[in-house]
């Protein structure tokens, strides 16, 4: 038996150097026909290029929103430990204090991003900050309504 012959053609053209067939046009680069391009101007908005590095607003409300909620996370991590200690009075008025403060970040913080979400820079970290910013201050006010029910009945 004889092996099959194979067709002395290739059946695809060589290949480009450049890794791409000959004649089709990759990231703006010219070939047989195509429109050629130079590199786009760097200039301002109104070539595509960023007016502002960011939204320093919108960066500062998402840092205050996550610290705000750390502070309030690490707090609650910890009291179990100060009423294990036999420290009531203590965790009592540490948590009134980091309560207060826990809020008050919460609102300046949902305060920032609102402001950041009206100017005309990126939103993603200003949306972010809303977003923990309401669920710091709307948890706040729900452990202080829940345990102001308990002191009640």
């Known amino acids: 038996m004889s092996e099959p012959q194979q067709p002395s053609a290739q059946p695809y053209p060589p290949a480009s150097p450049y890794g791409s067939p000959q004649g089709t046009p990759q990231y703006g680069m010219p070939s047989q026909g195509a429109p050629q391009y130079?590199?786009?101007?760097?200039?301002?908005?109104?070539?595509?290029?960023?007016?502002a590095p960011g939204n320093p607003l919108g960066r500062t409300a998402f840092l205050v929103a996550v610290v705000t909620g750390a502070i309030g996370i690490l707090f609650s991590v910890i009291t179990p430990f100060l009423y294990s200690s036999g420290?009531?009075?203590?965790?009592d008025s540490l948590g009134t204090v980091i309560g207060i403060l826990v809020l008050i970040g919460g609102i300046a913080a949902g305060v920032l991003s609102i402001l950041a979400l009206?100017?005309?820079?990126?939103?993603?970290?200003a949306a972010?900050?809303?977003?923990i910013a309401g669920s710091v201050v709307v948890g706040r006010v729900?452990?202080?309504m829940a345990s102001l029910l308990y002191y009640l009945f």
């Open 38 to 51: 130079g590199a786009p101007p760097q200039g301002g908005p109104q070539y595509g290029a960023p007016a």
């Open 87 to 91: 420290n009531y009075d203590v965790a």
């Open 118 to 125: 009206r100017r005309p820079a990126p939103h993603l970290l």
């Open 128 to 131: 972010i900050a809303l977003g």
């Open 142 to 144: 729900i452990t202080w």
